[in-house]
């Protein structure tokens, strides 16, 4: 592999190398000057300027016949690296004033720059035509050598016979010596240098010099050295190159070792940071890769698609697009001064690689979000940009969490404290109004309790008081799994209060406990007149529990009676059938026996609803993607603490819908808090919330839970929605609390109670999927409509109507309260048959339509559409009126939208269908 050339080498080696010389790029059949010495230049008799105007290219001052003869020898040097690694040419070469001079030239390959080869021209001139004087040859060689340990290029010869190295003598001089403690002359190669190698590249490195053993041409690697206390650990891309005898054996190989870790090194940090960045995008709420140095944008993500194209034109351009949201005045100068290209740049020069702003962001909904930007910045090795990853995290639960901390702390309890076990010192976080302790003062916890807790204690408690402050106690106490809560009485200002002390584990690991002091005294006061309270429910149930016997016994007895009475007056109305008095007379005693026993039955299933627990539903409106919002947050805190990684995903569309979120909630958090709780450290869980449109007025609502934990046994999971079933058969169950046994059972009445449906799929040891699915309306606003008064004085009207309903018992009943009106009326089976009678009837024969919305062959809506398209006059002016059960605002529209005049809901009353009827009928003279 060849050394690859940077412009800082080759100016080195300018710099170093004396004498008449240049170097030549060369490409096919044209060589590009990249840098001529002087000493040529003068040689040649041009001034500096002279030769720049006259020619760039030395072969064409060279005798015409001669020319081939130096292509070919360059094209050896550069193609042929297997055999030859300089040539020697001897020209004649045109000078300014004309004569014709012989020139030595000694060309030798040096490496890449830009994709074309490069080669050190080193030239003499020699007025005896023969080369008779190689000292200033093997001079420039080692003044080469010494340029190339300048550059940091390290040059040695491989004798491939022996198995040795040896150090080129113009880099080996005492500081290399000392530094790398590596000797000139260096035996049992490559083993004996595979001490100076990390493990990991020890393979490459024996590889490459295994292929110059084998006779192969060149070999390279790259690898890192080890450091110690005097060199920190540096990478090295090193190359052979071999050279054969006359019989075309392998005998050495030259090597060059470029120290190349600024550029790895740079590489590596590029690549962390990159990986990084993906790892984080999942979580991210906008994140952007940046080149900063072109002001480009190569990479964009959103979760939310309609962020304004502006923010994606140019690295500054999203920089401006998201200081917009920061509402904060000073804070957005601050983002503004430091977010732009420029400004990273020049922290990027100054060594700062990241940089960071929290603010807070209000939607036009009112909804605050806290957001966290980060900035971080690394160099492309491959282009030298300045990049940046730029990512904006979601730290709303966060700053919440602290801000309560700050609060619980500050107002909620007396005092906060941390107590450290091993030293037995505590520290307090909050301060303690009693003594005048102040937040961060921190002492010995005998300290404490001798000197400030002790006296505002009552003499004869203070025993106690020691006793249960013994710290010794405290910590075995926490250490079988409970906190530590006990109350004391204080004399503060004069009056007493009750103190109740809480110590629970902070981090258990490091035996630092946390201490909490709360001022009970009303809670305490309230607490005794509890008990009284309690004491005297107690009574007053028992007294209940008798009363509830007694009516349950008369209960039965009164509901008895009505049934008998329907029984037997039903049999006397079939006895009366022919007396219409009597059979009059026997169905008014049923009707109001059957009132009787629906009171009866009422007020049984309410006391059955308390006694049971029963719930009934509430629902209002809201958001699908809050809900979703509502349920991730917990459970994400839920796994952090038992360390699960946890994944959530919503699918689908954010509307807004009826639920009753309480009972979702309890539902799916029920699920999600027995995965975690039966997951080991370390495990997955789930969530997916997706939502499905059903038809206009319907959403399923499907929640998948998953996890990786300890699995449910197919037994178990024939009476696993039992109550108070457990699988204590699971030997896999290694928590000690199994619970009550009612979650399941809970879920499965409220989604039982929501009309949804729950599945289940487990296997021992590998994991459980829930997933349970209901469907809800959509909210919509109401339909408005003119709410005309129901007529109670019901006269006569004159007209004819089309009834178009295709259940049968439906149109008998609505034909029947017309006909109380005095309408005449003639009915369709479907609205293919409505159509058909509507349109082959005389003109203005139907004063009105009665149109049931859902019917096979032809629905309402489009019986109604045809029509009104009728080529007939009335087909436009006949109300037509829709009935259906189907009670939504969005149907009434859509009717609307059809061409009807109004909407009854199903069933029909009296009312109603009379109210309908006088609007768009005549009353009978």
């Given at each position: 592999m060849p050394l690859l050339l940077t412009k800082e080498t080759i100016d080195t080696i300018i710099a170093n190398?004396?004498?008449?010389?240049?170097?030549?790029?060369?490409?096919?059949?044209?060589?590009?000057?990249?840098?001529?010495?002087?000493?040529?230049?003068?040689?040649?008799?041009?001034?500096?300027?002279?030769?720049?105007?006259?020619?760039?290219?030395?072969?064409?001052?060279?005798?015409?016949?001669?020319?081939?003869?130096?292509?070919?020898?360059?094209?050896?040097?550069?193609?042929?690296?297997?055999?030859?690694?300089?040539?020697?040419?001897?020209?004649?070469?045109?000078?300014?004033?004309?004569?014709?001079?012989?020139?030595?030239?000694?060309?030798?390959?040096?490496?890449?720059?830009?994709?074309?080869?490069?080669?050190?021209?080193?030239?003499?001139?020699?007025?005896?035509?023969?080369?008779?004087?190689?000292?200033?040859?093997?001079?420039?060689?080692?003044?080469?050598?010494?340029?190339?340990?300048?550059?940091?290029?390290?040059?040695?010869?491989?004798?491939?016979?022996?198995?040795?190295?040896?150090?080129?003598?113009?880099?080996?001089?005492?500081?290399?010596?000392?530094?790398?403690?590596?000797?000139?002359?260096?035996?049992?190669?490559?083993?004996?240098?595979?001490k100076y190698i990390?493990?990991?590249?020890?393979?490459?490195?024996?590889?490459?010099?295994?292929?110059?053993?084998?006779?192969?041409?060149?070999?390279?690697?790259?690898?890192?050295?080890?450091?110690?206390?005097?060199?920190?650990?540096?990478?090295?891309?090193?190359?052979?190159?071999?050279?054969?005898?006359?019989?075309?054996?392998?005998?050495?190989?030259?090597?060059?070792?470029?120290?190349?870790?600024s550029r790895k090194i740079d590489e590596e940090l590029y690549n962390s940071i990159n990986n990084q960045f993906e790892s984080i995008l999942p979580l991210a709420i906008v994140s952007a890769r940046l080149n900063l140095s072109e002001n480009r944008i190569l990479r964009f993500i959103s979760n939310n698609p309609r962020i304004d194209s502006e923010a994606t034109r140019s690295a500054?351009?999203?920089?401006?697009?998201?200081?917009?949201?920061?509402?904060?005045?000073?804070?957005?100068?601050?983002?503004?001064?430091?977010?732009?290209?420029?400004?990273?740049?020049?922290?990027?020069?100054?060594?700062?690689?990241?940089?960071?702003i929290e603010f807070p962001v209000i939607y036009p909904n009112g909804k605050v979000q806290f957001v966290e930007l980060t900035t971080t910045m690394s160099m492309n090795p491959a282009t030298r940009s300045i990049e940046a990853l730029v990512y904006a995290m979601d730290i709303t639960e966060r700053v919440l969490r602290e801000h309560t901390i700050h609060e619980l702390a500050n107002k909620s309890f007396y005092y906060v404290a941390t107590i450290a076990y091993n030293s037995r010192v505590i520290k307090f976080i909050s301060h303690d109004k009693a003594v005048g302790i102040k937040a961060n003062d921190q002492m010995s916890f005998d300290t404490f309790v001798n000197d400030y807790c002790m006296p505002l204690m009552i003499r004869s408690e203070q025993d106690e008081l020691l006793e249960k402050t013994n710290l010794d106690m405290i910590y075995h106490t926490l250490k079988t799994g409970q906190d530590y809560i006990t109350r004391m009485r204080h004399i503060v200002g004069g009056k007493e209060r009750f103190f109740q002390f809480n110590v629970s584990w902070l981090i258990e690991d490091?035996?630092?406990?946390?201490?909490?002091?709360?001022?009970?005294?009303?809670?305490?006061?309230?607490?005794?007149?509890?008990?009284?309270?309690?004491?005297?429910?107690?009574?007053?149930?028992?007294?209940?529990?008798?009363?509830?016997t007694e009516f349950v016994s008369r209960i039965s007895h009164d509901i008895r009676t009505p049934i008998g009475i329907i029984n037997?007056?039903?049999?006397?109305?079939?006895?009366?059938?022919?007396?219409?008095?009597?059979?009059?007379?026997?169905?008014?005693?049923?009707?109001?026996?059957d009132s009787f026993l629906m009171s009866l039955i009422n007020d049984v299933l309410d006391i059955s609803?308390?006694?049971?627990?029963?719930?009934?539903?509430?629902?209002?409106?809201?958001?699908?993607?809050?809900?979703?919002?509502?349920?991730?947050?917990?459970?994400?805190?839920?796994?952090?603490?038992?360390?699960?990684?946890?994944?959530?995903?919503?699918?689908g569309i954010d509307d807004d819908i009826y639920v009753d979120t309480v009972r979702f909630n309890q539902v799916t958090l029920n699920l999600l808090s027995n995965a975690a709780n039966y997951t080991p450290e370390g495990g997955r869980l789930s969530y997916t919330f997706e939502s499905i449109p059903v038809d206009n007025q319907h959403i399923r609502v499907v929640s998948t839970i998953r996890d990786t934990g300890i699995g449910i046994s197919k037994e178990f999971q024939q009476k696993m929605f039992e109550p108070f079933s457990q699988d204590r058969e699971n030997n896999l169950n290694t928590n000690g609390d199994m619970g009550t046994g009612l979650g399941l059972a809970i879920?499965?009445?409220?989604?039982?109670?929501?009309?949804?449906?729950?599945?289940?799929?487990?296997?021992?040891?590998?994991?459980?999927?829930?997933?349970?699915?209901?469907?809800?309306?959509?909210?919509?606003?109401?339909?408005?409509?003119?709410?005309?008064?129901?007529?109670?004085?019901?006269?006569?009207?004159?007209?004819?109507?089309?009834?178009?309903?295709?259940?049968?018992?439906?149109?008998?009943?609505?034909?029947?309260?017309m006909e109380e009106f005095e309408v005449e009326v003639d009915c369709a089976n479907n609205g293919r048959e409505g159509l058909t009678m509507f349109a082959d009837s005389?003109?203005?024969?139907?004063?009105?339509?009665?149109?049931?919305?859902?019917?096979?062959?032809?629905?309402?809506?489009?019986?109604?559409?045809?029509?009104?398209?009728?080529?007939?006059?009335?087909?436009?002016?006949?109300?037509?009126?829709?009935?259906?059960?189907?009670?939504?605002?969005?149907?009434?529209?859509?009717?609307?939208?059809?061409?009807?005049?109004?909407?009854?809901?199903?069933?029909?009353?009296?009312?109603?269908?009379?109210?309908?009827?006088?609007?768009?009928?005549?009353?009978?003279?």
């Open positions: 190398v004396p004498g008449s010389y240049g170097l030549y790029s060369v490409g096919d059949h044209e060589i590009h000057k990249l840098y001529n010495s002087v000493n040529l230049q003068t040689a040649m008799g041009f001034t500096e300027e002279e030769y720049e105007a006259i020619i760039s290219n030395p072969i064409l001052l060279i005798q015409p016949e001669q020319q081939e003869d130096y292509w070919n020898d360059l094209y050896n040097v550069t193609e042929d690296l297997e055999h030859i690694s300089e040539v020697e040419n001897v020209s004649h070469m045109l000078r300014k004033d004309g004569r014709i001079i012989p020139v030595v030239s000694i060309i030798r390959y040096i490496g890449v720059y830009q994709d074309l080869p490069v080669v050190l021209a080193m030239f003499r001139i020699d007025w005896n035509q023969r080369i008779e004087d190689y000292e200033q040859v093997l001079n420039l060689q080692a003044l080469y050598e010494t340029a190339l340990r300048k550059t940091e290029i390290a040059v040695w010869e491989y004798d491939i016979i022996h198995h040795r190295n040896i150090i080129a003598k113009a880099i080996y001089d005492d500081e290399f010596k000392t530094r790398t403690h590596i000797p000139h002359v260096i035996t049992d190669v490559p083993y004996s240098l595979t990390e493990d990991r590249y020890v393979d490459d490195f024996v590889e490459m010099y295994q292929a110059i053993n084998r006779g192969e041409p060149s070999a390279s690697c790259e690898v890192w050295l080890k450091g110690d206390d005097d060199n920190p650990r540096s990478c090295q891309h090193m190359v052979l190159t071999t050279v054969y005898d006359e019989q075309g054996y392998p005998t050495k190989a030259f090597g060059l070792g470029q120290d190349v870790t500054d351009d999203y920089f401006i697009y998201a200081g917009k949201y920061v509402m904060d005045a000073e804070l957005q100068k601050q983002y503004f001064e430091t977010f732009n290209c420029e400004h990273l740049i020049h922290l990027y020069k100054k060594h700062q690689t990241k940089a960071m490091y035996n630092l406990m946390l201490l909490t002091c709360l001022d009970v005294t009303e809670s305490y006061a309230e607490e005794m007149n509890n008990m009284r309270r309690m004491e005297d429910a107690l009574l007053a149930t028992e007294r209940a529990n008798e009363a509830k037997n007056m039903t049999d006397f109305a079939f006895k009366d059938i022919d007396d219409p008095q009597a059979l009059l007379d026997d169905l008014k005693k049923i009707k109001s026996a609803k308390i006694d049971s627990g029963k719930v009934e539903l509430h629902t209002t409106q809201n958001s699908l993607s809050d809900m979703y919002d509502n349920i991730y947050h917990i459970v994400e805190s839920l796994c952090d603490g038992k360390h699960l990684d946890f994944d959530a995903e919503f699918k879920v499965k009445g409220l989604i039982d109670l929501m009309k949804g449906q729950i599945s289940v799929h487990s296997e021992l040891g590998v994991g459980t999927t829930f997933v349970w699915e209901a469907v809800f309306d959509r909210y919509e606003e109401d339909f408005e409509e003119d709410n005309e008064e129901l007529i109670s004085d019901f006269r006569p009207l004159d007209g004819r109507v089309l009834l178009v309903e295709d259940n049968m018992l439906n149109r008998v009943i609505a034909k029947r309260l005389p003109l203005y024969t139907y004063d009105m339509i009665l149109m049931d919305l859902h019917m096979p062959l032809m629905d309402g809506y489009e019986t109604t559409r045809q029509i009104r398209s009728l080529d007939r006059k009335d087909a436009i002016t006949t109300p037509i009126v829709a009935i259906s059960a189907d009670a939504f605002a969005q149907a009434m529209r859509k009717s609307a939208e059809f061409g009807m005049n109004g909407y009854i809901t199903k069933p029909l009353s009296v009312e109603q269908v009379y109210a309908v009827l006088a609007q768009h009928l005549a009353e009978k003279e």
